[in-house]
């Protein structure tokens, strides 16, 4: 069946970085983009940014500019965020969803954690 | 950026009950809108999405309408796995694409 698997929790300090993965199964890979999306303790969904897996072209969202990177490997059908820089404020569960216009199917989610 | 503007926040609802959520956007989306449901520590699932289509295995319970900047999500009887929280998005702008803050209905 089509799934998302994410990698697992991480714990991090204020200011390293950490990359997260996502790996595909079930459907070509290379036929659908990636979205990610976090969602901080409590709160809502927010947009990070896309990927297109055929183009590797990308989009961020603004707030995030500058600090975070997705790539995909579509030699292992896997698709990877990494944001740099991080604050407490980037203490939240990360999804990645496949993108049929819509987020169609989602990862399980991965915390992390941003303390000192 | 589209803001959407879901309500109420909270719902208290019974089972049986016909339930209403409302998501208003900040500007005209024709019907890129899809509805989610997502329970604790779980990823959201795709419910509804060109406004009113039912995804693949959807319970018929489930409606969406509307159109422009007004749209609404019908449970028609809710049943005890449908209290979660809601939320809507809009796809008329990739760019960012935005979610209402959630309607969390409960008992």
């Known amino acids: 069946q089509v799934q998302l698997v994410q990698s697992g929790a991480e714990v991090k300090k204020p200011g390293a970085s950490v990359k997260l993965s996502c790996k595909a199964s079930g459907y070509t890979f290379r036929d659908y983009g990636i979205y990610w999306v976090r969602q901080a303790p409590g709160q809502g969904l927010e947009w990070m940014g896309w990927?297109?897996?055929?183009?590797?072209?990308?989009k961020y969202a603004q707030g995030l500019q500058g600090r975070v990177m997705m790539e995909t490997d579509t030699s292992t059908s896997t698709a990877y965020m990494e944001l740099r820089s991080l604050t407490s404020d980037d203490t939240a569960i990360y999804f990645c969803?496949?993108?049929?216009?819509?987020?169609?199917?989602w990862g399980q989610g991965t915390m992390v954690t941003v303390s000192s | 950026d589209i803001q959407l503007t879901q309500s109420p926040s909270t719902l208290s609802a019974s089972v049986g009950d016909r339930v209403t959520i409302t998501c208003r956007a900040s500007?005209?989306?024709?019907?890129?809108l899809a509805w989610y449901q997502q329970k604790p520590g779980k990823a959201p699932k795709l419910l509804i999405y060109?406004?009113?289509t039912l995804e693949s295995g959807v319970p018929l319970r489930f409606s969406g309408s509307g159109s422009g900047a007004e749209f609404t999500l019908t449970i028609s009887s809710l049943q005890p796995d449908d209290f979660a929280t809601y939320y809507c998005?809009?796809?008329?702008?990739?760019?960012?694409?935005?979610f209402g803050q959630g309607t969390k209905v409960e008992i």
């Open positions: 500007q005209n989306i024709e019907t890129w």
């Open positions: 969803a496949r993108d049929r216009d819509v987020f169609d199917v």
């Open positions: 060109k406004a009113s």
């Open positions: 998005q809009q796809y008329e702008s990739y760019s960012p694409v935005t």
């Open positions: 990927i297109s897996v055929y183009t590797g072209n990308t």
